[in-house]
């Protein structure tokens, strides 16, 4: 998207950000993250090395951004769906289906989300605290039978 001169530099800085983010997800989404260089990133969304360096101080910024801004939206949607649900079970089981209709709707941000791995799967990354909290209840209830909170953490 061109940017025009009478465009206020805000705006201007937010969709560079933006297209950086997006080179992101699309990338990342179709290899291994490792192999992704700043430069195949920058390429990517139209913009300048040094644009790279006034958002992000290296790639694994750029993938925390990346995995922030998916994890982020899908965490927004789980609240709103699971909202008046009290069952642990349910609450899951609803998370899994706004997973799988994001991963429908936007291949590219699961994409991205599921080739990055690391800490995000741990059951003491803070993201996790709601998932964490709903397993800890489904296995109180004994509505779930899984053998460690860690093994429900990565189901």
Do not use: W
């Not at 990338?27 to 990517?44: C, Q, T």
């Not at 699971?82 to 991963?103: G, I, P, S, W």
């Not at 709707?105 to 803070?126: F, K, M, N």
């Amino acid at each position: 998207m061109p940017m025009h001169a009478s465009t206020p530099r805000s705006v201007k800085k937010a969709l560079t950000r933006e297209a950086l983010l997006r080179a992101g997800r699309r990338l990342f989404a179709a290899g291994p993250v490792e192999a992704i260089s700043i430069d195949a990133v920058v390429i990517e969304a139209g913009v300048s090395k040094g644009s790279f360096y006034n958002y992000f101080t290296d790639r694994q910024e750029l993938v925390e951004a990346v995995v922030g801004d998916v994890r982020n939206h899908l965490h927004s949607i789980v609240v709103r769906v699971n909202e008046q649900e009290t069952d642990a079970a349910k609450r899951v089981a609803r998370a899994v289906c706004v997973f799988l209709r994001y991963a429908v709707e936007e291949p590219e941000g699961s994409g991205a989300l599921a080739r990055i791995h690391g800490t995000y799967l741990s059951v003491d990354a803070p993201f996790n605290e709601p998932l964490v909290a709903d397993i800890r209840r489904g296995l109180a209830s004994g509505r779930f039978r899984i053998p460690t909170l860690d093994a429900g953490v990565l189901l």
